[in-house]
């Protein structure tokens, strides 16, 4: 996958970056060129195990077509760990752990 980067226009070749502050997992990537960052997703425990639990549902539907109130509650699943994520990102955001600290 390729992408451009909104700042300085560098074509981008995602290395996504893990950073984890307590329980929550942060991941991101940069540009190379200029070193913007994008967020991806912000998840905790819960999280992490309701995507999980809709991968494993998806996989499922992949191997064998599911049922229509399946596939519903498949999708459900999907946006309420859209929506959770969101808010992880609103609450927890990036920023702050990438700046530099200051030595002493």
Request: charged share 50%; hydrophobic share 30%; proline share 4%.
């Given at each position: 996958?390729?992408?451009i980067c909104d700042k300085c226009?560098?074509?981008i070749h995602p290395q996504p970056?893990?950073?984890r502050d307590g329980e929550i997992e942060h991941i991101f990537f940069?540009?190379?060129e200029c070193g913007e960052v994008y967020h991806l997703c912000a998840t905790?425990?819960?999280l992490r195990k309701s995507v999980m639990d809709y991968n494993r549902m998806a996989e499922m539907n992949r191997k064998k077509?599911?049922?229509e109130q399946f596939l519903r509650k498949a999708?459900?699943?999907?946006?309420k760990n859209i929506k959770?994520?969101?808010?992880?990102m609103e609450q927890y955001p990036l920023a702050p752990l990438l700046q530099p600290t200051v030595a002493e």
């Open positions: 996958m390729q992408i226009k560098a074509k970056e893990t950073l940069r540009c190379p905790d425990e819960a077509r599911r049922s999708a459900e699943l999907k946006e959770r994520c969101r808010e992880l």
